[in-house]
């Protein structure tokens, strides 16, 4: 079994019943599934959209990291995912951020995730689960990096969590 952090987001539609179904699947699909708060966050690199709701899951499953990126893609298509601009606007996002201790590059999945390190709406959450997980390349812990990091975009706690 490997253990497996995803992040989720959402800031097109229904962003909490989005969120909330990924939670549902994965609990489904997946046999350990623990998750972070939700989290109100303003949008990275393109500005001029909704900002989101996020969290992390951490899940453990059999699948490899292949097989686990199509039933990422799965997830996100059945709940209305188009990718039309590039880091726009998305009704379910889902992005494998850490698999084990996995350092890996392919053509459609590189692990750990590459923005992870630069990305406050994805620390924030992550440190809630795993603040002393190791990251592979970065030779930080999940806290380090978010006590390193300069981005300032705001995280804040959603109402409903």
């Not at 490997?2 to 539609?13: E, F, I, K």
Request: proline share 7%; net charge negative; aromatic share 8%.
């Amino acid at each position: 079994m490997a253990l497996v952090y995803l992040s989720l987001g959402s800031n097109l539609g229904d962003r909490e019943k989005y969120l909330a179904e990924a939670r549902r699947a994965m609990e489904k699909s997946f046999s350990s599934v623990r998750f972070s708060k939700v989290y109100e966050t303003e949008p990275v690199d393109f500005k001029d959209q909704p900002w989101f709701l996020n969290q992390v899951a951490e899940v453990q499953t059999e699948l490899q990291p292949g097989s686990l990126l199509e039933w990422v893609h799965a997830l996100e298509a059945s709940h209305g995912r188009q990718r039309v601009t590039p880091k726009g606007p998305r009704t379910l996002d889902v992005d494998i951020l850490l698999y084990d201790d996995w350092v890996m590059e392919e053509c459609d999945l590189t692990l750990p995730h590459p923005e992870l390190t630069r990305r406050r709406h994805v620390l924030v959450p992550l440190s809630e689960l795993a603040p002393e997980k190791w990251i592979p390349v970065s030779d930080l812990s999940v806290l380090e990096a978010l006590e390193q990091l300069k981005d300032s975009t705001q995280v804040k706690p959603h109402a409903s969590s």
